[in-house]
């Protein structure tokens, strides 16, 4: 799990061709700067059941 904190998502996100691999990738992405559930729903404007997915 540690290996995880130094990878960058939203670089690999943008190489992404699928869409909902890029979603989820983006959601790590914020997670991992320490955005909460509610906010990354609305930064990404997808429900909140879509970020727990």
Not at 1 to 14: E, G, I, P, W, Y
């Amino acid at each position: 799990m540690d290996s995880l904190k130094n990878t960058d998502f939203k670089a690999l996100a943008s190489k992404q061709k699928s869409i909902k691999m890029k979603m989820r990738l983006l959601v790590l992405a914020h997670f991992q700067e320490g955005h909460s559930r509610t906010q990354i729903s609305q930064f990404l404007k997808v429900s909140s059941t879509s970020v727990n997915k």
